[in-house]
């Protein structure tokens, strides 16, 4: 680690020496954004080029900058619906420089224009900067699709847990408000959430709520410009909602089904006058009922960021992030009887309501100094310390007994605990050499430690909690429930430093060259702490590749070729002497990248090739141990639509095919088999049409439409005596109605329209010859409201 960190101090002093600049005493840009006939523009963007700084007119239409650095700079002005403007401006030290633009539209057309669509909120030509890539989406080589707040307001999203709908290829395999398990591209990404760049080996234990959210984005592949330990399938990373200018004062309220009462408030701007000291707070809370017996949820959240600006190349950003979720079951267990999933009542309760509730946190902290050298140069430097909790007592299925009148239950308590220390330190820059060879170089080190344990019991032999469908018996003994006679405890752990370095070259403003690589020294531990178990930490090493190629038809229309690689801990120890190995993948792909009408929709579509290698999965015959299973290959299509049609129609759409199954294996009967969970088609569709004009101006009608494929219900070497067995496809219909003034809106959707049942997950339990699963929502509704105050 010390030498990484010499390695990259020497390559900071080198790039500060050979391109800083001195910089003079900053002045203020002032100006007024008018329409064609002398109306003050609102809502419109404003930026400075140069130095990368934006803002949103007020309702006057003006704006201001201050802290600018004196000298010769760019005033950008761009709104959907008319030609991008540019002016020259010059700004002297201790000096303001007065501006005044005038738009090509009049006032009527640009109110409709900012009432039928903001563009950014459903598509985004860009990530965040917590991506690290500095670049165009359509330059970058990989499938990376963005979706913006408005996505998550339209279709009336209330945490991470429903976003897989969003992306192609991404989908939920267990869990709800609390812990959660997602596969991207038919492979298992728990571990690839990320929060503004902070992620890896952590299991977060209460979602973010979508107040909280600004964007999200969905890396697919190995994402090494990331994080040294990434799955293959790739990554979500949640940014969000960060300090600003601007002066942000909005509340939210919302009701729905099974008595769902939630509120919220996002507020923000300057602290002081001289803007130095900016900030945001959003805080909110949600109780609800659930559809089943004695289900009870609620969370609340509080999430204050404050940012110091040094001067017009430095800030310092503090955020805090602190949420906690209780509920009675995190995802309500179902079973089939003779294959029928409709047979079971779908309210009835598998937990008993004397079980205290399971209840998860997360505690976020992360520290970010950012420092510009000069216009083409800027060293970012963040720390982050995350903590997760999740503990309670709750009762699973086991299964149902041979006359398909009870159901066997089981009893099992955790007290999880997880943690992170995230250390980023990466420069990123410009520089040609040549008139028409631009490279943008990103180089940077990571630091991490990441463990995971818990303290576990478990009550399930001889069926000692059983259940009668027609006439269940609940509030059992209290002393019962606490009391476990099979109890253990593990700890996980590991640490990684690594070093990345990646040279985006751009020949002729047509080809783009993506040259990386990332070498890892990552050391694994793990502790069942039992004398009798197997204790180790080793280390390994490794250098992974990332090569692309982009070809650049437009600035708009892009193909592209990639290989990468991952390179992740696994944790295991096989019966008999040795460890699981780490894991190793590499991903092959092509595709193309379409923007459409002034950026206004977005088309990406890439074909895939990716090998997992090393995957281990639980010995059968040795509770505690591992097998080493061999390969797993996923090969696939992803297509993605987003955006705006025309002034009245949004879109978002996808789809994918899936093909991952098990390629190689010490055990020749298993190659072949799907991989767990997954299945080989997923759908969805948003459309969203608004009347942008006329009485009924801002009044919105949407509908959505979900399709899940069949999905693999065995896994190998615990259930596969009976064969491969499915799951049943699904269909899911939505509808929307909103109302929009620009402050005020109002919003009412409704899930699962046909009240179709429906299994979101789950397995084939062979002793009951059944399938355990989690049982889908039945239709529900929400109504949300959001008043701007400024």
């Known amino acids: 680690m010390r030498k990484l960190l010499l390695l990259f101090g020497m390559c900071i002093y080198y790039w500060s020496q050979l391109f ?25 963007t404003v930026q400075i ?11 006057n239409g003006g704006f ?20 991008r403007i540019e002016k020259a401006v010059t700004i002297e030290a201790g000096q303001t420089a007065a501006v005044q633009i005038q738009l090509t539209v009049n006032a009527e057309q640009l109110a409709e224009i900012l009432v039928s669509s903001d563009r950014k909120s459903y598509i985004a030509d860009k990530v965040s900067p917590s991506l690290r890539l500095n670049a165009d989406l359509v330059e970058v080589p990989q499938n990376i699709t963005v979706a913006g707040k408005q996505t998550l307001t339209d279709m009336g999203m209330l945490t991470k847990s429903e976003i897989s709908r969003i992306s192609s290829a991404v989908t939920k395999s267990y869990g709800s408000d609390l812990d959660l398990e997602i596969q991207i591209r038919g492979f298992n990404s728990t571990f690839g959430t990320f929060r503004n760049g902070i992620g890896g080996p952590i299991w977060w234990n209460a979602q973010e709520d979508a107040s909280m959210i600004e964007r999200v984005e969905f890396v697919k592949g190995p994402a090494g410009f990331m994080i040294a330990n990434s799955e293959p399938g790739g990554l979500i990373n949640v940014v969000t909602k960060q300090p600003t200018h601007q002066r942000t004062a909005e509340v939210g309220f919302g009701v729905g089904s099974w008595n769902l009462v939630r509120t919220y408030v996002d507020l923000g701007g300057e602290l002081v006058k001289d803007g130095k000291f900016t900030c945001r707070l959003n805080l909110g809370a949600e109780r609800r009922n659930d559809y089943y017996q004695f289900g009870e949820f609620y969370r609340f959240w509080i999430c204050p960021v404050v940012s110091y600006e040094f001067d017009i190349n430095t800030s310092l950003t503090y955020e805090f992030n602190y949420v906690k979720a209780a509920a009675q079951e995190n995802a309500h267990q179902s079973i089939t009887i003779n294959g029928d999933l409709e047979k079971l009542p779908i309210d009835l309760a598998i937990n008993d309501p004397n079980n205290p509730k399971f209840w998860g946190a997360n505690l976020y902290n992360k520290l970010t100094l950012k420092h510009r050298f000069n216009d083409n140069w800027a060293f970012t430097a963040q720390a982050a310390y995350v903590t997760n909790d999740w503990d309670g007592t709750t009762m699973f299925l086991q299964g149902i007994n041979a006359t398909k009148d009870t159901l066997n239950r089981f009893n099992y308590y955790s007290d999880w605990t997880g943690n992170l220390t995230n250390l980023q330190l990466f420069m990123d820059g410009k520089f040609n050499t040549g008139p028409r060879a631009e490279h943008k170089v990103l180089v940077g080190i990571d630091y991490g430690q990441g463990n995971e344990g818990s303290e576990e019991g478990f009550v399930w032999e001889n069926n000692p909690f059983p259940l009668s469908i027609k006439e269940p ?36 403003n047509r080809v783009v060259v993506t040259l990386a690589g990332r070498f890892t020294h990552l050391t694994t531990g793990q502790n069942y702490l039992d004398p009798a178990t197997a204790q180790y930490e080793v280390s390994d090493n490794k250098f992974t590749p990332r090569l692309g190629l982009t070809f650049l038809f437009t600035k708009d229309i892009s193909a592209y070729a990639l290989h990468d690689e991952s390179f992740l801990a696994q944790h295991g120890t096989i019966y008999g002497g040795g460890r699981l190995p780490p894991l190793t993948g590499r991903n092959n792909e092509v595709g193309v990248k379409i923007f459409l009408f002034k950026r206004q929709l977005s088309i990406n579509a890439s074909v895939y090739d990716i090998k997992k290698n090393d995957v281990g999965t639980g010995d059968p015959d040795h509770p505690g141990y591992s097998l080493k299973t061999g390969q797993i290959r996923s090969q696939g299509v992803d297509v993605d639509i987003a955006g705006r049609i025309n002034s009245n129609l949004f879109i978002n759409a996808n789809y994918a095919y899936v093909d991952a199954r098990i390629t190689k294996d010490e055990d020749k009967t298993i190659v072949g088999l799907q991989n767990p969970g997954t299945c080989n088609n997923l759908a969805n569709l948003w459309l969203k049409y608004l009347i942008n004009s006329g009485v009924f101006k801002g009044l919105g009608f949407g509908a959505g439409y979900q399709y899940t494929d069949k999905r693999c219900a065995v896994n190998p070497n615990q259930n596969f005596q009976d064969g491969v067995k499915y799951l049943p ?23 699962n329209i046909a009240n179709n049942r429906y299994a979101a997950g789950g397995f084939w339990s062979h002793p009951s010859q059944e399938y355990v699963f989690y049982s889908g929502i039945p239709t529900n509704f929400r109504l949300q409201t959001t008043i701007k105050l400024q």
């Open 64 to 83: 201001i900058f201050k802290n600018a650095r004196a000298g010769k700079h760019t005033i950008e002005v761009t709104s959907i619906g008319f030609a």
């Open 729 to 751: 496809a699904y269909s899911l219909f939505d509808a929307a109605v909103s109302y929009s003034t620009g402050r005020f809106n109002i919003g009412f959707n409704i899930y």
């Open 473 to 508: 018996i609940y509030y059992l003994a209290k002393d019962t429930l606490t009391t476990f006679n099979d109890r253990g405890s593990w700890l996980d752990a590991n640490r990684w430093q690594s070093l990345y370095v990646q040279d985006h070259l751009k020949l002729f």
């Open 49 to 59: 080029k140069e130095l990368r700084r934006s803002t949103i007119t007020d309702d």
């Open 20 to 44: 800083a600049q001195t910089e003079e005493d900053g002045g203020i840009i002032k100006g007024v954004i008018t329409t064609s006939d002398n109306k003050p523009a609102a809502s419109v």
